[in-house]
């Protein structure tokens, strides 16, 4: 594009070349005939000097015009960007001029837009990071200055709120750092072949204590023939971990929560689902629960586990998607490419 771009410029240099280069040989000629070294018709003269003056005006003013549509892009090109070098990044240019121009205004909006984007995550993130870490840091403070002040005895039953909150500050630390890690693209998986029935087992065995106190069954449907996945054991775990936790924690008492594993139908795949018969999404949430912090007025998560799980997926080039409608659960499935 480049390359087509400096055609056009060498051909309109060229065609200004050209210009100056007759208008000078029509200057000579002119004047070789004047002083009648040439012959010349009768009454030629006027209407060779009219010709040859239109002809010249004609050429500047198509140079003229061709600089204009060029230079005109490139003046809204030097404002638009000192705009976003001030910091506003809802400066836009207006697609005019050569193809090859607008193309470059495209690229130049399109960069603009994510910027923008970029800018306003940034403010949402930390409006979201503050208002997660508040919560725990109040309870944290507030049980401390009862222990100073002396209203708490400093035992089991005073100590271990500070405990737990200062576990949530943690575990909401790691998740995001992983999340910002995955959407950056500096997270390295650790490939490795794996057998995903044994992991999927190990996940639900870590759960199994949880949901025998919570009173909810927990079942893992997985066939013994599955191939083995070039995966990163670690960071599948964690989806899987993510998904388990969130149907438990939406599955009351008596219910299911199922972990299942099988070759996708129509593809090279596997797909791996977990489904629980809690009380479901509303239609107006589901397409927003792999957002980051989005979560119900009820929940009691960090509305981060979803989307961690859903970069990770992504990562290993996979789809993850959501089923889900009130009263009638949740099931949440992700594909795994299988290494052929």
Not at 12 to 23: E, H, P, R, V, Y
Not at 162 to 174: F, Q
Request: charged content about 20%.
């Amino acid at each position: 594009m480049r390359g087509r771009f400096f055609w056009r410029i060498g051909g309109l240099l060229a065609l200004l070349f050209t210009l100056t280069a007759g208008g000078c040989a029509l200057a000579s000629w002119l004047l070789f005939a004047g002083a009648s070294l040439l012959p010349r018709p009768p009454g030629a003269l006027p209407f060779v000097l009219a010709g040859g003056f239109m002809v010249f005006v004609l050429g500047l003013a198509l140079v003229g015009r061709g600089f204009r549509r060029m230079a005109a892009p490139i003046g809204d090109l030097i404002e638009a960007s000192g705009q976003v070098a001030e910091g506003d990044y809802s400066a836009r240019m207006a697609e005019r001029g050569p193809r090859e121009v607008r193309a470059m205004a495209r690229s130049f909006n399109a960069m603009a837009g994510r910027l923008q984007n970029s800018e306003q995550q940034r403010r949402a993130l930390l409006a979201d990071v503050t208002h997660e870490l508040r919560t725990p840091l109040t309870v944290v403070q507030g049980n401390l200055e009862a222990l100073l002040d002396g209203m708490y005895p400093a035992d089991e039953a005073h100590l271990k709120p500070i405990l737990d909150e200062t576990r949530v500050l943690s575990r909401l630390i790691d998740d995001l750092r992983t999340l910002s890690l995955a959407e950056s693209g500096a997270l390295q998986l650790l490939r490795e072949p794996v057998d995903l029935a044994a992991l999927g087992a190990e996940a639900a065995a870590s759960f199994r204590a949880q949901a025998e106190a919570a009173g909810v069954e927990l079942a893992v449907t997985v066939g013994d023939d599955l191939p083995l996945l070039e995966i990163d054991p670690l960071r599948i775990r964690e989806v899987l971990t993510n998904l388990i936790a969130n149907a438990l924690r939406h599955t009351p008492r008596g219910g299911r929560v199922g972990i299942a594993a099988q070759p996708h139908p129509a593809r090279h795949w596997l797909t791996v689902s977990v489904s629980d018969t809690g009380e479901g999404i509303p239609p107006d949430d589901l397409p927003h629960i792999f957002d980051r912090f989005y979560k119900s007025a009820d929940s009691r998560g960090s509305g981060l586990g979803l989307a961690i799980a859903r970069n990770l997926v992504l990562m290993h080039g996979g789809e993850i998607s959501a089923d889900s409608a009130p009263g009638q659960g949740t099931r949440i499935a992700f594909t795994l490419p299988v290494q052929s």
